[in-house]
Every structure is written in structure tokens, then in C-alpha cells.
């Protein structure tokens, strides 16, 4: 079984969680057997040279980092579609999506959608998201062989949007355990000045969907019961950094809150570790990959319910509130003040995150799907 998966961006620093969900099925495909699995995407954002030079990839210029716009190489296109028996497409919103549809009219091959939370009309450009939806978005979610969610509140969506009920999938996000087992937790402490305080965590992207605002100003109303916690944001600036900033200093607490940028490898993991509670604050999300990250450190969870990960608050792992900072003000008071509840609720999210959610049971996952759409062409 030979499986291209086409996402816009491979980036993992600014490229978030669909990237992240196309780099591990690619990585975790490829261990099956009699699989084969590629990747087609553009160098939008890319420093990754491990990335360049990884056959695994296939990579058109990006000509405009904005709207991810492809170099419009259609012959390298089609021989990538034509390689595989089935094609996965990752996202939404996106010309590298519409180009594969189009030469695919031509190649025939099989595919699955998974537009991983995209179909919702949010923030900027919702002009121009209608005109992409009537051109060619509606038509790719239309003819589909199947169209995979990842939450399973994001079924409904699909629905509603006329999807039949066969060609419907529960695909969640998963975790690879051991990018997880670094818990050097002085050392990463050291590395960014936090002390021996406990901290809030938040990693992401610091941009209006993923909520860093909300989880600044929940910050200022617990912090006056608790003026010994910090706060640490990972991620790179997505156009709030300066705000929040802003906003912490003007109350006082700029030297309880800390910016630390993009983090990967054993700087997250350790992060994930030190922390006392992960904070996921986002207006709109489909399923929480930090939260899985989070968990399989047995650090517990707060967060939106617009992350699509109730099963997690079920298994007694995480908090689940409104989007708003009074909410998750609340909810972060629950725990700060108790020290024990923090230490259930970890080990029960690392259990249940053991048992249920890997990037190796993903992967298997959409092996299967995908033998059963060429089965039925």
C-alpha cells in the first residue's frame, strides 16, 4: 500500500498541529508493513534540512508564505499521485489542496479529507475562505471517499454539511510516548530563569484562535490568591506576543510571566514535565495535541471546550470549561489550591493517553481506511 499525505505546510514551528499529525503518520506508516507512505507539501516557513534532504518528502516552492501559494509544478503533482494508491489530505484552506484535486480528476486515485477542524469560517479572510468553499472546498469534501474527524464532535459538522454516513471516520490525534521521557525538569528551569515556582504552561502559537489573551487575563484574577505562580508561554508570536506582554506588565506581574518561544525536543518534554497544569485557552480547536503531549507527562489539563478532547475530562484527566478568562480562571483556581487533585488527575491522563492514543495506532487506523476506499473503487 503506497499512501501520499498532502498538507500545505511541514513546518513545525509555525505549522501547528496538522503538521505534526502529517510528520507522524508519515513516520509511523512507514514502520507498517508492506506500506510506503510520502509526503507532498510546499517549503513555506521550512529551515528543517533533515526535512529536505528526507526522501520521504516531496516539496514544492512556496511563492507567497501568507496563502501558502505552491510553485504550480504540475508534473510533479501527478507523479506523486500517481505513485501512491491513495491519497490523504490534510487541512483545509489551501491551493496545494485544490491542485491535488484537480490533476486527481485526471489520476483517479482514491482519497481521504481530513480537514482537521478547518471547515469553519473564523477570523480573517472570510471572503476570500467562501470564494475558496464554492470554487473547489465544497467539491473536495463532496467527493471524498471518506472524510476522517478527528474529534468526535466534528462528525455532526459533516452532517450537517451532507457528508453520507458511510464514508464517515474517527481518526483522533495520537502521541509517540517516547518523545516524552526527558524529565530533566531543573535543567529546563535553569535554562529559563523560572525558579522553583510552580507554572502554568501554555504552547502554541501566540494568535487570536489559540486564546493566549484569554489565558492572560484568567492569570490576572487568580493571581492575587496565588502570587507565587507563574506563567510560561512556548510558541512563537502569532501577533499577540506584544499585548499580552503588554497586558502583564501593566498589572504588575511582568516578571511572573515568561516568553520563551518556539521549543521542541528535550526543552518541550522537560517543559511538559515542570509544569503544574497545561492551559489550552483556544477558541477553536479540533482535539488538542499539547493536551495529548501534556498528559503522557502526567501533567493535567485545563482547558476550552472548543479543544474537541471531552474524552480526556471523562477519564479524569482534564478540566473542561466555557471560553472565557473568568471560566478558566476558575478552573485553574480548583487546582492551584490543591496539590493533590493535580497528582490524581496527571496519573489518570497518562493512563488514559497510554492506552488509547498513539501515533502507531493512527497509522493503522488509516492503513485500514485506505485499503478499504481502493477496495471499493
Not at 507567497?64 to 507523479?79: C, D, Q, T
Not at 479529507?113 to 471572503?127: D, E, K, N, T
Not at 465544497?138 to 454516513?165: M, Q, T
Not at 525536543?265 to 497544569?277: C, E, M, P, R
Request: aromatic content about 8%; overall charge neutral; glycine content about 8%.
Amino acid at each position: 500500500m503506497k499512501i501520499l499525505i498532502v498538507n500545505m505546510s511541514v513546518d513545525a514551528v509555525l505549522g501547528g498541529g496538522t503538521v505534526e499529525r502529517t510528520r507522524q503518520l508519515a513516520k509511523e506508516l512507514q514502520k507498517l508493513p508492506h506500506t510506503e507512505a510520502k509526503v507532498l507539501s510546499t517549503t513555506a516557513n521550512l529551515n528543517d534540512e533533515e526535512v529536505f534532504k528526507d526522501k520521504q518528502y516531496i516539496l514544492l516552492p512556496c511563492m507567497n508564505k501568507r496563502w501558502y501559494v505552491p510553485a504550480p509544478y504540475f508534473g510533479k503533482i501527478y507523479r506523486s499521485i500517481k505513485w501512491a494508491d491513495a491519497v490523504v489530505i490534510i487541512g483545509h484552506w489551501t491551493l496545494l489542496n485544490a491542485l491535488v484535486y484537480w490533476v486527481n480528476k485526471l489520476v483517479g486515485r482514491p482519497y481521504l479529507f481530513c480537514p482537521a477542524g478547518a471547515l469553519h469560517i473564523f477570523g480573517r479572510s472570510g471572503f476570500f475562505k467562501r470564494a475558496y468553499n464554492a470554487l473547489v472546498g465544497n467539491a473536495i469534501l463532496k467527493h471524498a471517499d471518506a472524510v476522517i474527524a478527528i474529534p468526535k464532535d466534528e462528525i455532526k459538522l459533516f452532517y450537517k454539511l451532507g457528508v453520507d454516513n458511510h464514508k464517515l471516520a474517527l481518526i483522533p490525534n495520537g502521541i509517540s510516548p517516547e518523545d516524552f521521557k526527558h524529565h530533566d525538569t531543573m535543567s529546563i528551569r535553569a535554562k529559563h530563569g523560572l525558579g522553583e515556582a510552580p507554572f502554568l504552561l501554555f504552547v502554541g502559537r501566540l494568535n487570536e484562535i489559540k486564546g493566549p489573551d484569554i489565558l492572560m487575563d484568567a492569570f490576572l484574577l487568580t493571581a492575587k490568591q496565588f502570587p507565587d505562580w507563574h506563567l510560561v508561554f512556548a510558541g512563537p508570536d502569532g501577533g499577540m506576543e506584544v499585548l499580552i506582554k503588554s497586558t502583564a506588565q501593566g498589572a504588575g506581574l511582568g516578571q511572573n510571566v515568561h516568553f520563551l518561544g518556539f521549543v521542541s525536543g528535550n526543552d518541550k518534554s522537560g517543559l511538559y514535565h515542570a509544569a503544574s497544569i497545561l492551559v489550552v485557552p483556544s477558541r477553536l480547536e479540533a482535539m488538542s495535541i499539547v493536551a495529548l503531549e501534556a498528559a503522557i507527562c502526567a501533567t493535567p489539563v485545563v482547558m476550552t471546550n472548543e479543544c474537541g478532547f471531552s474524552e480526556l475530562v471523562d477519564a479524569g484527566g482534564a478540566l473542561e470549561v466555557p471560553v472565557t478568562s473568568e471560566a478558566l480562571a476558575e478552573a485553574m483556581n480548583t487546582l492551584m489550591g490543591n496539590a493533590n487533585m493535580l497528582g490524581e488527575m496527571g496519573l489518570k491522563a497518562k493512563s488514559f493517553i497510554q492506552m488509547n492514543y498513539t501515533w502507531t495506532i493512527s497509522a493503522q487506523k488509516h492503513r485500514d481506511l485506505c485499503e478499504k476506499v481502493c477496495s471499493e473503487v
